[in-house]
């Protein structure tokens, strides 16, 4: 079980990435989520949708409503430049972090 | 597929938090999303739905996470702002549209004074039938604009507000004069409920189109009021302002600009109470629970205070008139306290503040209709008598019957429903009243 504040400081990166490989809506987010990690890490709306809405206010994403096949609206969500700029800068951090973390571990194991 | 299910669910969460339309349409499609996926593994239409809202979590917290993001937002939302460019482009159209409405009533309420019939040329009486008229063609029009798929109801309203001017100001028993006040109170009363036509169209008859009405009405009156306030805040700077250069614009503030605002506000109210219907709580409801406390307190202590003192009721004109507005706020008070209520809940504080309110009304009102009744027969009876005596019955009647409904809805928990279509259906009643106060009493008292 992944802790809730590694699950918060994960969410926007995570998000921008799925937006930036084509535009998505609230529940098929939390399912590409839960692909990704192998059914390891389960949003819930409550979580995912105000961090949607924040970035919108902040210009990394923007929504449209759609009308799908079955006449059903969904809220779509858009990454912008802005957003991929953004998200170049936490893949850097995470990057840090990242090799931080193996290098450390990799020198426990030896 | 359980429609009625995600409704409930819908209002569920809502009620836990600020969450916009626009947030509860994209949660809503969530929980869309999650049933059938729940339904294509297998199961039943109604363990998905079961499922799905639990899976959703929390209401509370769910909603409380959403109102974090979104009270700036709400605020924002204050200001009528779409951010779709189409309608955009109807908000700013309505805008210069009720811009130009506001002008065009300011100006009407000049027109008479071409005719050589001024405002403070003795013609007082005059202005004082004519109220309602300054102020409805343009209100109307709105109203017709803005349901411009039903345009015959417009032309039917009017063709009856017409009628009422014409009939208020040729006919020589009316415009005689002897009436002006009882058909400057009651011509606006009967004219505004008339409005309903407009507003909802086909199903004026309905309950809830009618409470719906209401609703519009209490929020337009209070933002006239506000407005209002705010105009004379404006020209009381700007005769200051003038005054200190030694210029003097107490006529033209007076006669211009505070008559002509006066009567440009109803519109710019009617526009905003519209607009803002589903943005945000309404005022109204808020404004009547504060309040109907207060005025049980008031009422309770009037009776305690006349029962120890002995003293009886002395009525002359004015205070049976402040009466009549007691009791009328009164019935403003629960209508609106009624309007914000939601049906499913169980009775609590507020419904016992209410019937207390209510009794107390029914006890000031008796005494009131005692004292009506022994003037009646000490001076005779005269129009202004035979009006107070006709709306305290009025009130009673109403008050009587909302006493019993909602002391079975205490006891049942049941019918709560039956107390808001008597409320409706008696507004009926009150216009028929109003317009048998303009009309037909000139004719009987002559």
Redesign the interface.
């Known amino acids: 079980m992944v802790s809730k504040d590694l699950v918060a400081a994960t969410s926007t990166p995570l998000i921008l990435s799925i937006l930036s490989t084509g535009e998505s809506y609230g529940y098929a987010i939390i399912k590409r989520v839960r692909e990704l990690s192998g059914n390891e890490l389960e949003w819930t709306d409550g979580m995912l949708y105000p961090v949607l809405h924040r970035l919108k206010d902040q210009g990394h994403v923007i929504s449209i409503w759609r009308t799908a096949e079955n006449r059903r609206r969904r809220k779509y969500y858009r990454i912008t430049t802005s957003g991929r700029r953004e998200l170049g800068r936490l893949r850097e951090q995470w990057d840090t972090v990242n090799s931080t973390l193996t290098r450390a571990w990799d020198q426990m194991e030896d | 597929m359980g429609e009625r299910e995600i409704a409930a669910w819908r209002a569920y969460v809502r009620s836990h938090g600020e969450i916009s339309d626009?947030?509860m349409?994209?949660?809503e499609?969530?929980l869309?999303?999650?049933i059938d996926s729940l339904r294509e593994s297998g199961l039943s239409d109604e363990e998905s739905l079961i499922i799905a809202v639990k899976r959703?979590?929390?209401a509370s917290?769910?909603a409380r996470?959403?109102s974090?993001?979104?009270h700036?937002?709400l605020w924002k939302q204050l200001l009528i702002d779409p951010v779709d460019p189409a309608e955009r482009k109807r908000a700013n159209r309505e805008i210069v549209l009720v811009s130009f409405l506001g002008l065009l009533a300011a100006v009407l309420s000049r027109v008479p004074e071409i005719f050589g019939i001024a405002l403070l040329g003795g013609h007082e009486r005059f202005y004082v039938r004519n109220i309602s008229f300054f102020v409805v063609p343009v209100v109307a029009f709105y109203f017709v604009w803005k349901h411009r798929d039903r345009p015959v109801y417009g032309m039917v309203y009017f063709a009856i507000a017409l009628a009422s001017a014409a009939l208020a100001n040729i006919y020589p028993l009316y415009a005689a004069g002897n009436y002006d006040v009882l058909i400057g109170i009651h011509l606006p009363i009967a004219i505004w409920l008339a409005t309903v036509l407009l507003y909802v169209g086909r199903s004026w008859r309905d309950a809830d189109a009618r409470m719906d009405f209401v609703r519009l009405s209490g929020e337009a009156a209070i933002y006239l009021v506000l407005i209002c306030c705010g105009g004379g805040v404006l020209i009381a700077t700007a005769g200051l302002l003038f005054s200190a250069i030694g210029v003097d614009l107490e006529i033209i503030l007076t006669r211009y600009v505070a008559i002509g605002g006066a009567c440009a506000a109803p519109v710019v109210a009617v526009y905003l109470a519209y607009a803002k219907r589903n943005i945000i709580e309404n005022m109204a409801p808020v404004l009547a629970r504060i309040f109907a406390p207060l005025f049980f307190i008031l009422m309770a202590a009037f009776l305690v205070v006349m029962a120890a003192t002995g003293n009886i009721l002395e009525v002359d004109r004015d205070i049976l008139i402040g009466f009549d507005v007691l009791l009328a706020l009164v019935l403003g008070m629960l209508l609106y306290t009624l309007s914000a209520r939601d049906e499913r809940k169980d009775p609590g504080a507020p419904d016992f503040i209410n019937v207390a309110l209510i009794v107390a009304a029914l006890a000031v009102d008796v005494f009131a209709l005692v004292a009506v009744v022994s003037r009646i027969d000490a001076y005779g009876l005269s129009p202004n008598k035979a009006a107070a005596l006709g709306e305290n019955l009025m009130l009673l009647i109403n008050l009587g019957v909302s006493t019993i409904l909602y002391v079975r809805f205490l006891v049942t928990r049941e019918h709560f429903k039956a107390l808001l279509v008597w409320q409706t259906k008696y507004l009926s009643i009150i216009w028929a009243w109003a317009i048998v106060v303009a009309f037909l009493f000139p004719v009987l008292f002559n």
């Open positions: 626009e947030g349409d994209e949660l499609s969530h869309r999303d999650e959703f979590g929390n917290a769910v996470e959403f974090k993001v979104q700036r937002k």
